[in-house]
């Protein structure tokens, strides 16, 4: 078999990926770090004040890459839902239950860091424009699989329906994204592109771009994490949990 | 028609439906009555204005009737699952979609149609302009269609829990919100003045694909909350 194809099959093991986790997140964690550091000195240090907007656009540099990461932690929950629905992989199942509250969180943040920069920018907390309401849309979809996750008795079903729902859920990702362009009121458009050149300034630019890096990072570790303790959770009976944790036995005899 | 075919199965499954409905039709009332006391109680608290009031009627409208058949929701499927029809539904040889689809049409027809035979009322009530009675209808007739297909998806996942109402609000309430803005925001440009039908043509465009995919996704969504 292809090595690659062998470690994918091997790493949807719990035990392998256990230890595989495991052995990631320390560097995962230490790259997040150092990144987000560099990307906070260019955010607050580097880079230029905005002609406009003054020092207040910094909060731009939390703000846009937990948007990001808020739109990118539902697809990746539902991508995996997607695989563990339909291959049954009970990985799959689990990195997506994993990925809900990191997503909630992060949407959060946006939702919070949106609201603290429209009150010198726009002269307003909150006002109901189409992006912003997609947002809180998107926090109530988080919210619903998570609440859906946690209603139900037996773990597997729990996360196949959650899964599930997160699936149907994505009809709402395109909306979030293109609403900006349908009904553009307050929130300005577009700025950064991956196609063709981005309408703002370099040096403001590769801070954002190296957050956004470490964001993701943190995401993925984040995750790992999560997961490795939900492993140990769902299969607290079986061998390799009980040679792994020992201790455990002797808490419940 | 053959016995045992799958159309003498879903008649057999509407007619079933419709008369239980008829035998207790004293609680089939309960979604308009519902939808009758939240439009009375705005003018109390907004006071009688006719200028506000029907500034906000067509939303208001839009929002009770959405709410009134939130409330009949988790009934979709409750009795079948209590009695065990429910699993010969999922066990029958015929398309379960299919059947679903059936009872989604069921849903549809005992609390979406009473709501939207009372909305003229509901109109005169909150004094909404009579030239943009039509199109409320035409809406609601757009959406509501929309909430029951949506709605059973989300049903099929919360079936079997012992308290679902408020999960099924967090879960339905999120997926209809396009509903709301652009069934109302049809009403609004037309009370306004404006071109209306873009709104209706996005309802009917996403009704279209909600007939089609919404009845195989709550049949997904049932097996997966039944094993």
């Known amino acids: 078999m292809n090595p690659l194809v062998l470690w994918f099959h091997k790493l949807g093991s719990p035990p392998y990926f256990y230890r595989f986790a495991g052995r990631w997140l320390p560097w995962l964690y230490a790259l997040a770090l150092i990144a987000g550091a560099a990307g906070f000195y260019g955010a607050l240090f580097a880079a230029p004040a905005d002609y406009q907007q003054g020092d207040s656009f910094r909060i731009m540099y939390v703000h846009v890459p937990c948007a990001w990461m808020g739109l990118f932690a539902y697809l990746f929950m539902a991508a995996n839902g997607f695989v563990?629905?339909?291959?049954r992989i009970k990985l799959s199942e689990t990195l997506a239950m994993a990925s809900a509250p990191v997503g909630a969180a992060f949407t959060f943040i946006t939702l919070v860091t949106g609201s603290l920069w429209g009150k010198p920018t726009w002269g307003t907390w909150w006002t109901w424009d189409a992006r912003l309401t997609s947002e809180l849309v998107l926090l109530f979809l988080y919210f619903g699989v998570i609440g859906l996750y946690h209603a139900i008795e037996d773990r597997r079903q729990a996360a196949r329906a959650a899964a599930f729902l997160a699936l149907v859920g994505i009809v709402n990702l395109p909306i979030v994204h293109y609403s900006v362009i349908w009904w553009n009121t307050l929130h300005q458009a577009q700025t950064v592109s991956l196609v063709g050149p981005s309408k703002i300034a370099p040096s403001m630019l590769w801070p954002l771009l190296t957050l956004a890096f470490a964001t993701h990072v943190y995401f993925f570790a984040s995750v790992l994490a999560r997961s490795r303790?939900?492993?140990?959770?769902?299969?607290?009976?079986?061998?390799?949990?009980?040679t792994l944790l020992p201790a455990t036995e002797t808490l419940h005899d | 028609?053959?016995?045992?075919?799958?159309?003498?199965?879903?008649?057999?499954?509407?007619?079933?439906?419709?008369?239980?409905?008829?035998?207790?039709?004293?609680?089939?009332?309960?979604?308009m009555l519902f939808a009758i006391i939240v439009v009375a109680l705005f003018p109390f608290a907004l006071g009688p204005e006719s200028a506000v009031l029907s500034r906000i009627a067509a939303g208001t409208i839009f929002v009770a009737v959405l709410l009134a058949m939130l409330l009949s929701l988790d009934a979709l499927f409750r009795s079948d699952l209590e009695d065990g029809s429910l699993e010969q539904l999922v066990l029958s040889p015929h398309p379960l979609a299919l059947l679903l689809g059936c009872k989604i049409l069921m849903h549809w027809l005992t609390t979406a149609l009473p709501l939207i035979v009372v909305a003229p009322l509901l109109a005169q009530l909150l004094l909404l302009p009579a030239k943009v009675l039509p199109v409320l209808l035409t809406a609601l007739a757009l959406a509501t269609p929309?909430?029951?297909l949506i709605g059973a998806v989300c049903v099929a996942l919360t079936v079997g829990m012992r308290r679902s109402g408020m999960l099924l609000t967090l879960l339905v309430l999120p997926l209809i919100v396009p509903a709301l803005i652009f069934g109302a925001g049809a009403c609004n440009a037309a009370q306004n003045g404006f071109a209306y039908s873009a709104p209706l043509l996005w309802l009917a465009a996403w009704l279209v694909l909600a007939v089609i995919l919404a009845p195989l996704a709550a049949a997904a969504a049932l097996k997966i909350s039944l094993t």
């Open chain 2, 1 to 31: 028609m053959k016995p045992g075919s799958t159309s003498a199965a879903c008649i057999a499954l509407l007619r079933r439906d419709l008369l239980l409905v008829w035998r207790r039709r004293g609680d089939a009332l309960n979604p």
């Open chain 2, 146 to 148: 929309l909430l029951s």
């Open chain 1, 229 to 242: 303790v939900a492993l140990l959770e769902l299969e607290s009976g079986k061998d390799w949990v009980r």
């Open chain 1, 84 to 87: 563990g629905l339909v291959w």
